[in-house]
């Protein structure tokens, strides 16, 4: 439930999403476990920042990974 919610929020928001052949992808989940997908982990991150601590959630830091990808010869400059 609590994942379907942040669905909405970051879709909401046009927070996340990357393009897969004209396809927008928000996050991969299934059932406890999802995969955020983003352009920008700053906006990323405070969302879900944002979303966990409404929601009086948790995170487990020891199971949470950041994986950030750039184009060959690109580096992506943050907020």
């Given at each position: 439930?609590?994942i ?13 999403r ?15 476990d999802?995969?955020l997908?983003?352009?920008?982990r ?6 879900l920042?944002?979303f966990?601590?409404?929601r009086?959630?948790?995170l487990?830091?020891k ?6 990808f ?7 400059k943050?907020?």
């Amino acid at each position: 439930m609590h994942i379907a919610d942040l669905d909405r929020e970051l879709k909401n928001r046009n927070i996340g999403r990357v393009m897969v052949n004209r396809i927008r992808i928000w996050n991969l989940a299934y059932v406890d476990d999802i995969v955020l997908l983003a352009k920008n982990r700053v906006d990323m991150m405070d969302i879900l920042r944002r979303f966990l601590i409404g929601r009086k959630l948790g995170l487990c830091v020891k199971k949470t990974k950041i994986i950030v990808f750039n184009k060959p010869g690109k580096e992506k400059k943050e907020r």
